[in-house]
Structures are given as structure tokens and as C-alpha cells.
């Protein structure tokens, strides 16, 4: 087994010692803005306290609403002339918050985007091609950096413009990809129009992440593109990609743990949950010095995943993002995340690339609506055989999600799709 960094190898022991050293390091460096400094003073903790891995219990939580008070440059730790980037995000709600880095930040950023590359087996002869968005957005700029630092030939080719992809994809001979899963499935659908055979084009490696998706769904990238695809999860709270990565078993994340504390929480109480099962991910830096963010409650579903490693690494791996605890939405009473539903629809082989959840109301009625784009070979003419398969997906559907959806069938490549993340759910009921 081939490592990009020591870290890597590491056991348990010597993770646990480094994150302890580490952990204190920040709490002194996260000390130095005024927000951390009262919270610290009211928990009545100071880097010495921090002496064994349990010992991050008695520093509070961050929330994305603490980095909303704090933004723009609130949580700055370093004088400002340090300070060479600025990252931000605006989320679903529109208020932003921002991550500013140092130099040192942004190499160890890239370091750990390269590790990650590396470890699904991108090399400096592979041709890399980020179809992701660049500017605020940190899977541009962030895995742009990781590849350099490997030394692959980078195509900073940003988002959409599908045709201008597949022409950079030919004329550079592009072996591996980053792209936004339901865009993937977009430039699929656009490969096809065109009569191109993906097995014939160079691609072999697809990083896929930033936005929720099933096994189910990276099965169908692999088999469009013709691809291994890994799943990549980042957060810009956390940097941005480069956090946590599928290693070549496919099976969980591993999260860089000699560069993030990771613990999961019953999102309700705030106490860890049971070995196994799913909650809310809760990630601390260890390696920056421009914003440290300790304990940042990401909102984001997962759980650890029991058992060693095939690949070697002891790094604990999670499962892939079940969802975030505010996409959950409720209809007849019923907790429902949008996951739930992608898993079963994109395991029927009938049904296309796309789909949308629309919530609405019926008068008094909440109605729970999924349009279903179906592929071109199950999209006919008669009638029955239409209702049949309509009448096969609710029923597979409201097993799994205990609610009858009314499933609508439409033609491929009818819904909307954007070059970012995709929306899966539209609410138009009344509030
Ligand atoms: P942003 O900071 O705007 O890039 O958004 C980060 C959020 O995107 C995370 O908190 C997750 O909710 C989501 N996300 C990123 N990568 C993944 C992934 N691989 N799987 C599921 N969700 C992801
Ligand atoms: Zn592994």
C-alpha cells in the first residue's frame, strides 16, 4: 500500500497523542478573538485543561448561527495581514459565513486535498478536471490545490458548459474528474445525445461530493462515465473537500483525524450516540491557525462505521451523509429526508437521471409529491403499462417512507438541473 503521508499509517495511540497536542494548540490559538475567548472564560477552560482526547467535552459548540454573528471577520485569530484567502458560503438561508486562511492553512488544506487524491489512486501523470465551481465556492479552488500539489496536469475548467467539457475531457485526454453528482449525471445524459461511448473517453477516476447522494447514485455515475467514483466530503466551516474521503474499499470516509476531531451527537441532547448509529457529525480544526473552529455542529446525518479497514488506515471512517438535520421535512407527521427517497427510486432501473420532490397542499391535505424523470426506453405510449410502473415506484416508495406519495412520470431530462448543487425538494404549501 502506497501512503502521500505518514499520518496515514499512523495508530490509534499516536492519532490520540497528536490530537491532544494539537487540541490544545488550538484552544490557545482559538483564545485570541474575543467570540472564543468569553466562551472559554464561561466554560472555564484554558489550553491546560486539555489533557486526554475526552477532554474536548467541556468546550461548548460552535453553530453556523455563531459563525453568522461572527462574520465577516469576527473569528480572526491571526493579525489580518496574515490572512492571503477568504472563503464563504451562504448555504440555503442566504447569510453568510466566512473562513479566512493563512498560507500555512492553505498549504496544509492542500496537503490533505492531495492525500485524499492520492489515496483513490490519482497520480502526477493523471490529467485532472474540475468541473466544479470556482470563487467563493471551495471545491474550485480547494481540490485545484490538491491536484497541483501532486503535480497532475490541472484543467480548472469550472462548472457547467457540458459541451466545453467534453471537448477539454478529449483534448486533454482528462483521466480524472471532480464534479457534483447530479451534474455528473447530466453530462451522462449529454454523452449519450451525443453518441459518445464513455468507456472509449479517458476518464477512469470521478471524485464525487458537495451535495447529498446514494450508493445507488454513485453506481449510476460509474456505470454513465464509465469511472471508479469516491465520495468526497468537505464543508468550507472545515476548510471545504479534503475532510473526509472513500479510500479504494468504497466502503465509508475516512476522516483526516490528525487534522480534524471528529465526534457524532444526538442532534436533540447533544450527547454522543451509541457506537453505530447516526447522528449529528460534530468536527473540530486542529491545523489552522487564520480561524480555528472547535466542535462546529456541521447539521450533517452520518454515523461511524464499525471495524477496521481493508486499506490499513485506522483513521475512523463515517458513512456516507444520510442527510442534513435541516433537510428532514414533515409531511402527514412523517419524518421524511429527501436520502430516503433518492435510494429507492435510483435503484429502479426504469427510472432516468433526475427527479423532484414537491410538497403542496390539497386543500387541508399535505400532498407529498415526486416527479420522476423515466428513461426513454420505458417511456411509452400505453397507458397501462405507465400506471404500472407509477403504481410499482409509490408502492416501493411508501414502504420505505410509510407515506403514499403521488408519483408523477415524466420525460427525461424534463426537470430542472443546475451546475451546482441540486435542490431535491420544493415546498410550496402555506405556511
Ligand atoms: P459548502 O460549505 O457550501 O460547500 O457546503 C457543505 C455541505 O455540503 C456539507 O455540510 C454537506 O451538507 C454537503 N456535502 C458536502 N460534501 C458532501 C458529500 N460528499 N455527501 C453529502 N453531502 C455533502
Ligand atoms: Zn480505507
Keep these: 500500500m502506497e501512503f502521500f503521508d505518514h499520518a496515514e499509517t499512523w495508530d490509534r495511540t499516536s492519532i490520540e497523542a497528536a490530537q491532544v497536542v494539537r487540541l490544545r494548540n488550538t484552544v490557545e490559538q482559538a483564545g485570541r478573538c474575543a467570540f472564543y475567548a468569553e466562551r472559554f472564560a464561561e466554560a472555564k477552560i484554558t489550553p491546560a485543561d486539555i489533557r486526554v482526547p475526552g477532554d474536548i467535552r467541556r468546550i461548548p459548540f460552535t453553530t453556523k448561527d455563531d459563525l453568522r454573528s461572527q462574520y465577516p471577520e469576527g473569528l480572526l485569530c491571526v493579525p489580518r495581514e496574515d490572512i492571503v484567502r477568504v472563503h464563504s ?54 481540490i485545484h490545490a490538491g491536484a497541483e500539489r501532486l503535480g497532475c496536469m490541472t ?19 482528462s483521466t480524472v474528474i471532480h464534479i457534483i453528482p447530479s451534474y455528473a449525471l447530466v453530462l451522462a445524459n449529454t454523452l449519450r445525445e451525443n453518441g459518445e461511448d464513455s468507456r472509449e473517453l479517458p476518464p477512469r477516476i470521478a471524485l464525487i461530493g458537495a451535495e447529498p447522494h446514494t450508493e445507488q447514485t454513485r453506481r449510476r455515475v460509474e456505470e454513465a462515465l464509465g469511472v471508479k467514483a469516491y465520495n468526497s466530503y468537505g464543508l468550507s466551516e472545515m476548510n471545504g473537500p479534503g475532510v473526509a474521503f472513500e479510500c ?15 465526534e457524532i451527537i444526538n442532534p436533540e441532547t447533544g450527547a454522543y450516540v451509541a457506537a453505530g448509529e447516526t447522528g449529528e457529525l460534530v468536527l473540530t480544526t486542529l491545523c489552522r491557525a487564520g480561524m480555528p473552529i472547535l466542535r462546529y455542529r456541521t447539521r450533517d446525518l452520518t454515523r461511524f462505521l464499525p471495524g477496521g479497514c481493508a486499506c490499513g ?12 438535520t435541516d433537510d428532514m421535512f414533515i409531511v402527514k407527521g412523517v419524518n421524511i429526508y429527501p436520502m430516503q427517497i433518492e435510494q429507492v427510486i435510483m435503484a429502479m432501473p426504469e427510472v432516468g437521471q433526475n427527479y423532484l420532490i414537491v410538497l403542496e397542499n390539497d386543500g387541508p391535505k399535505e400532498d407529498l409529491k415526486i416527479k420522476v424523470e423515466i428513461r426513454d426506453e420505458y417511456f411509452v405510449e400505453d397507458m397501462r403499462v405507465l400506471h404500472g410502473l407509477q403504481q410499482k415506484i409509490a408502492r416501493r416508495l411508501q414502504s420505505e417512507i410509510l407515506v403514499t406519495p403521488k408519483v408523477e412520470l415524466v420525460q427525461s431530462e424534463s426537470l430542472p438541473t443546475g451546475e451546482g448543487k441540486a435542490n431535491r425538494v420544493l415546498d410550496l404549501r402555506e405556511k
Design 248 to 262: 479504494q474499499e468504497q466502503n465509508g470516509l475516512h476522516v483526516w483525524e490528525d487534522a480534524y476531531i471528529v
Design 89 to 142: 458560503s451562504s448555504g440555503t438561508t442566504g447569510t453568510p459565513i466566512a473562513v479566512c486562511h493563512t498560507r500555512n492553512d492553505l498549504n496544509s488544506w492542500a496537503e490533505l486535498m492531495a492525500r485524499c487524491m492520492y489515496m483513490v489512486g490519482v497520480r502526477r501523470s493523471d490529467v485532472f478536471q474540475n468541473m466544479s465551481g470556482y470563487g467563493l465556492f471551495t471545491g474550485g479552488l480547494g
Design 155 to 173: 484543467i480548472p475548467a469550472g462548472a457547467g458548459n457540458t459541451l466545453r467539457q467534453i471537448k477539454l475531457i478529449k483534448d486533454f485526454r
Design 313 to 324: 488506515r485506522v483513521h475512523h471512517r463515517i458513512d456516507r451523509i444520510h442527510g442534513r
